[in-house]
C-alpha cells in the first residue's frame, strides 16, 4: 500500500538534522555504502527463534565486532536460550555509565507472504517502489529509499546505528562522555523469557546510571522521539463450545447453541464499540498521568488525520485520540475463528469457537489481578471457565462453557520524566532542538524488566520509521532514519552528561 | 464420535416394521444384498456438481433402471444444468396419480475430510465402527450396519427404496394403487435453481395428485415420519472493515476501530443469546400453527434430553424445545473469521472481519422483505451498507461500513396437514400403526417450488437415520433405515388410495 502519510512530514524529519555533530554528520555522508553495508551483512544472519544456529552464529558476529572496537565483549550462553551478548569500554574520566540494549533476533517469518527474501536485503525506493541496486548507486543516496529484510529495523538498525555512530567519533577524534555498556539479547521476540534469570548473576558488571532501549519505533511524525515507559500486557485464548459436532442449522438452528453467537456475547461483554472495558472497576488501579506527561503529550505533532488517511479510518474507538487512548488500557480481539465463510460456508452451526485476545496493561495494573477480574466477570456473566478441554460430563453439566488459556504476563512502566538522568538524555538527544516526548509508548518492549532489575531510569531510544512492517511480512528501514541514528547515537555516546 | 442416542431408540425404530405387507418384508429379507447391491452400485456414480460427467452417467444409468421396470422414462437435458429424470408408469384402473421426487446428486466432496473414499461405499458396524465384508456377509445383515459413502443416504438411498420396493411389489404379484411418476433431479444441493425452468414446459406430463419427497432425515427418534412443509431461507456474508492492513495492536490498540469487536456488535445486534431476532417486528409476518399442527407437535416422541447428551450441549436457546424452535425463523452464525488465533496469533488489530449468517424462514416471510428488513435495521444502528468493496474515499467517508452479500432467498411451506390427500398419505405410511408427523422440517427441501409449478399437496416422505453426516464428511445409511424404506415405499405405491 502506497503511504499517503509519508510525503507530508520528509521536511519535519529534514529538521531533526540542525542538531547533528558536523564531523560526525560529515563522516556519516562519506561512508553510506559502508553503513548500509554493515546493516546488509547483519539481516543476512537468520536470527530468528526457528533458528538456533542462527541466534549463535549472529551473536558471536556481533561480539567480533565490539572487540574489532576495543569493546570487553562477552556472550552468556545457554542452551535453553539465545546468547545474550555483554560488551564494555571505559572512558578516562567519565562519571557516567550508560547501558545500550537492542536485540538481534527477529520475528517468526512466512517466506511466501515477503516479496523477497527475509534473509537476503534487498533496496527499493519506497515502501512500494522499484528495485535499486545500491552497491552501485552514487552517494548520497535517496533518503527516501528503504531496504528491506526480517530485523532490517526491529532491531539491527540501532545495532548498526551504535556500530558505526562509535566509528564516526573515533574517526572525527571525538571521545565518549560516558562508560559504554552493551546489552544485546537474542529472544525479545520470544518475550525475553530467560533474560533476567540470565542477566542476574552479573548485575555488578551491568553497574550503571542508565540504560537507553535502542527498540520501537519512532512517533508516526517522524520526529526524534524519546519514550519514557511501555504498556504491559496479558493475553488469553477463548474457545467456546457449541454442539460436539457441526450440527445442520435447518434442524437445529435456534435450539442447539450456536458458539459463534455465544462468542460474539462474550466479547461484547467484555469491550464495547469504543474499545472501554467493560468489567466493572476495571480502571480503578489506573495511575493517573503526571502533569509533566500530560504536558509532553500536549505537544506531541499532529499526526491523527494523517493517520487516518493511510490507514483508510472512517474513525476511532472513543475520542480521546491516539495517544491518550493508548496512555490507557486496552482489550484488543486479535481473532476469532469458527465455522466456514466464503465458498467453504455450510448451513452449519460450528462446534466451537476461538478468540484471541490481548490485553495491552497501564501502570497501577497487575497482570494476575487483571486475570482474575477477567475470570470473575465472565463467571458473573454466567460462564463456566474451564482451563483444559472439557469431558462431556463436564460440558453436559454447564450452559455456557469457555476454556480459558492465558498467555504472556508482564506490567507496564512509564519512568519518571523530569529526573535528572532522563532530562539529560533530551539534552543530549535533542542537541538542542525539539524531542517528541512519548510518556509511554503503546507496545511492549522488556523496560519493566530492567526497571526491576537495574533500579536506573530505563529510556526508549527509537530510530525506526513507525511504517516499517517489523511484526509483518516486508519489515524495512528507511536511510534517513539510519543516518539520523547514526547521528543520534553519536550524540548520546559523546554529549550525554548530568 | 460414538452415538451415545443411537441405542436408546433401536427398540422403537424395530415396532415400526408391525405395518409391512408380509410378502414385502418376505422378499426383502430374501433380497438384503440385491438391496445393498443397488444402493452400493449408485454411489459409486460420481453424482457432484464437481463432476458433470458424472452426474450425466448417473442420469442414464437411471433412465436405464427405469426403463427395466417397464418405465417410460426421458431425460430433460441442458447445457446449464444436470439432466432430470422423468419416469412413469400407469396402473389400470388407478384413479390417483403420485409423483415421487428425489435427488441424484450428493454434497460436495472433500475426500481428505473423510475416512474412506467418498466413491467406494463402505459398511461398517456403527457410525464408528469396524469395517466389514457385506458381500460375504451371511443374511440377515445386522441392522445397525451402516453403509459409507457420499449420497449413500441423502438421496440415493430413497430412489434404492423406491426401485427395490417396485421390484417386491411385482415380485410379490401386488398391484400398485395408483399411476407412478418419477421426479429425480441432479442439482438439489446446489439450489435446484434451473429446476422450476426445465419442468415447466412438461406440466402435462407431470399432472398429478400428490407429490412425495424422498429427502431428508427421519425424526431423530428413529420413527416413521412423514413432514408437511420446509423452513425457507436466505442468508448473507458480511464483511466488516477495519484499518487498511494489520496495525500493532501496542501503538494503535483502542484508537484504531477493531473489526473482529465490530462483528461481534453486529452478530449482537442481531440476535440475542437465545437465539431470538432482534430486528423490531421481524415476526409479525409468521403465520401462526394450526390446530392440527399444535397438536402433531405435542404427539412428536420425546428426543431432546437423549440429543442434547448425544451432541454434549448444556444448554439449549429458548425453553420452547426443538420442535416448536425449528417453527421459529432463525438467524444462524455459520463462521467468522477475523485475524489469527492459535500458533498465528499476533498482537494486531486485523484489517476486516468476515461473518457468514443464515436466515431460516417460516410461512408467512417473503426473504426479499427481510433481506431489506435487516439492510434498515443496520442502517439504524449506524452502519452503512455496500455491496461491493469499498474504495478509500467510501472507507473515509463511513465510520461504520459492512458490506453485505445476500445468498439464497427462498420461502418457506406448511401444506395441509387434514387433506384428504395428507391424510391417505398418513394411513398408507402407517399402515395402521402411528406416525409421526412433522408440520414443518427445519430445512430446506424444494418443497416451494412444487407447490408453485404444481398446486398440488406436497408431503415430506425421509427414509434416512438423522445422524447420517449428509452435509459432511462420512455420510452413512444404516441398513435398518434401507430395509425399513423399502416397505414403506411398497405401502406408498399400493396401499395409497383416497
Do not use: C
Request: hydrophobic share 45%; glycine share 10%.
Amino acid at each position: 500500500m502506497k503511504s499517503l502519510f509519508a510525503a507530508g512530514f520528509a521536511l519535519l524529519a529534514t529538521s531533526a538534522m540542525a542538531a547533528d555533530i558536523p564531523e560526525v554528520e560529515a563522516w556519516r555522508a562519506a561512508h553510506e555504502a559502508q553503513i548500509v553495508g554493515q546493516l546488509d551483512e547483519l539481516v543476512r544472519f537468520k536470527s530468528v527463534a526457528a533458528d538456533p544456529a542462527g541466534l549463535q552464529a549472529t551473536a558471536a558476529h556481533l561480539q567480533d565486532l565490539l572487540k574489532a572496537r576495543g569493546f570487553d565483549a562477552t556472550l552468556l550462553t545457554d542452551k535453553d536460550y539465545a546468547p545474550v551478548v555483554l560488551g564494555e569500554r571505559k572512558t578516562p574520566g567519565a562519571r557516567r555509565t550508560v547501558i545500550f540494549y537492542a536485540h538481534y533476533d527477529g520475528q517468526p517469518v512466512t517466506p511466501s507472504e515477503w516479496t523477497s527474501d527475509p534473509f537476503v536485503p534487498v533496496m527499493r525506493t519506497g515502501i512500494d517502489g522499484e528495485y535499486v541496486d545500491w552497491k552501485v548507486a552514487r552517494s548520497p543516496l535517496n533518503p527516501a529509499w528503504r531496504l528491506f529484510g526480517r530485523a532490517a529495523a526491529d532491531d539491527k538498525s540501532s545495532i548498526t546505528a551504535f556500530l558505526m555512530a562509535f566509528d564516526a567519533l573515533k574517526a572525527s577524534g571525538i571521545k565518549p562522555s560516558v562508560n559504554i555498556k552493551v546489552l544485546w539479547e537474542g529472544e525479545e521476540e520470544r518475550g525475553s523469557a530467560h533474560l533476567a534469570d540470565a542477566l542476574r548473576p552479573h548485575l555488578d558488571a551491568l553497574k550503571a546510571d542508565l540504560l537507553l532501549i535502542g527498540d520501537g519505533p519512532l512517533h508516526q511524525s517522524r520526529t526524534l522521539t524519546l519514550y519514557f515507559g511501555a504498556r504491559g500486557g496479558t493475553g488469553f485464548e477463548a474457545t467456546v463450545y457449541g454442539p460436539l459436532r457441526a450440527l445442520h442449522n435447518g434442524h437445529y438452528g435456534n435450539w442447539a447453541p450456536n458458539p459463534a453467537s455465544m462468542a460474539a456475547q462474550l466479547i461484547t461483554s467484555l469491550r464495547d464499540d469504543e474499545g472501554r472495558i467493560l468489567i466493572p472497576g476495571f480502571y480503578d488501579d489506573v495511575r493517573p498521568l503526571a502533569a509533566a506527561e500530560k504536558d509532553a503529550i500536549a505537544h506531541l505533532p499532529p499526526v491523527e488525520d494523517g493517520l487516518k488517511r493511510e490507514f483508510g479510518m472512517g474513525r476511532s474507538e472513543g475520542s480521546d485520540g491516539l495517544t491518550l487512548s493508548t496512555m490507557r488500557p486496552a482489550l484488543n480481539v486479535q481473532g476469532i475463528r469458527s465455522g466456514q465463510v466464503g465458498a467453504e460456508a455450510a448451513g452449519a452451526i460450528p462446534p466451537d469457537a476461538v478468540i484471541s485476545m490481548g490485553y495491552r496493561l497501564v501502570p497501577g495494573q497487575v497482570p494476575a489481578h487483571v486475570q482474575q477480574e477477567t475470570e470473575d466477570f465472565l463467571t458473573a456473566k454466567g460462564w463456566t471457565i474451564v482451563h483444559a478441554p472439557p469431558d462431556l460430563a463436564t460440558r453436559l453439566a454447564h450452559p455456557r462453557l469457555v476454556m480459558l488459556k492465558w498467555g504472556g504476563g508482564y506490567p507496564a512502566l512509564r519512568s519518571d520524566m523530569t529526573s535528572a538522568a532522563a532530562q539529560a538524555t533530551i539534552a543530549a538527544a535533542g542537541g538542542g532542538s525539539p524531542v517528541t516526548l512519548l510518556p509511554m509508548m503503546g507496545a511492549g518492549v522488556p523496560i519493566y524488566l530492567f526497571d526491576d532489575l537495574f533500579h536506573i531510569p530505563v529510556i526508549g531510544l527509537p530510530i525506526t520509521n513507525h511504517d516499517n512492517n517489523q511484526h509483518a511480512a516486508n519489515e524495512n528501514l528507511r536511510l534517513k532514519n539510519l543516518w539520523d541514528a547514526v547521528n543520534l547515537y553519536a550524540r548520546m555516546m559523546s554529549q550525554l552528561k548530568w
